[in-house]
Structure formats: structure tokens, C-alpha cells
């Protein structure tokens, strides 16, 4: 059975940073796409980021590109979110995602996790 299990989540005034983490079990991480999406109160399930397998394609949303970095240790089967220069507006649910290949990085996900929460105070 596969898990995905995230942590690192907090609460954390506006410019300051966290890192999220995601840890998978029940199956091999190899040839995987993981993405990260976040959901904010009464707001659907939004796309955050992704990458692929060798790591070597990352995907962001507009909101945050140039503050978020994902990142992955595949001998750890683990994921990574580094989040910089936090937002109130990035105030949400984090859910940790995994799916087969790496066709829309962006939806589709077969996986996830349980989700974090991320507040972030102004």
C-alpha cells in the first residue's frame, strides 16, 4: 500500500521560510513524477509544483515561482518543498502527490498524502 506522509508544516510570519517534506512507502519512488498542490480555506485544491523522476523537469505555479524550490532524494524516497519569502496568501493545506510518468505534470496525481497545514501570519 502506498504512502505518502508529509510534514514540516507551521505556523510562521510573513517572510519567513519553511520546508516541507514527503516521505513514500508501499512502493518503489522509481520512474515517479511528485507535485505538490495546496488548498486554501472554501478555495479548491490548487497545483503548486512538480518534479520528475531524474529531477531534471520542474514544474511551478506563477504564484509561487522564484520563491518555492522543490527538490527530491530518491535514494530517501522523499520529497522536498523549501519555501521562501512566505505569503499570508500561502496560507493552506499542503498535499504531497505521486503519479506514473510524467505526462501533465500538473494534474492527474493517482497518490497522496494527508496533507500539512501551512499558516502564515502578517
Known amino acids: 500500500q502506498v504512502q505518502l506522509v508529509e510534514s514540516g508544516g507551521g505556523l510562521v510570519q510573513a517572510g519567513e521560510s519553511l520546508r516541507l517534506s514527503c516521505a513514500v512507502s508501499?512502493?518503489?519512488?522509481?520512474?515517479?513524477?511528485m507535485g505538490w498542490f495546496r488548498q486554501a480555506p472554501g478555495k479548491e485544491r490548487d497545483f503548486v509544483a512538480a518534479?520528475?523522476?531524474?529531477?531534471?523537469?520542474?514544474y511551478y505555479s506563477d504564484s509561487v515561482k522564484g520563491r518555492f524550490t522543490i527538490s527530491r532524494v530518491n535514494a530517501r524516497n522523499t520529497v522536498f518543498l523549501q519555501m521562501n519569502s512566505l505569503k499570508p496568501e500561502d496560507t493552506a493545506v499542503y498535499y504531497c502527490?505521486?503519479?506514473?510518468?510524467?505526462?501533465?505534470?500538473?494534474?492527474?496525481?493517482?497518490?497522496w498524502g494527508q496533507g500539512t497545514q501551512v499558516t502564515v501570519s502578517s
Open positions: 502527490a505521486a503519479k506514473v510518468g510524467i505526462t501533465t505534470p500538473t494534474r492527474n496525481y493517482m497518490y
Open positions: 508501499g512502493s518503489t519512488f522509481s520512474g515517479w513524477t
Open positions: 518534479i520528475t523522476w531524474s529531477g531534471g523537469t520542474i
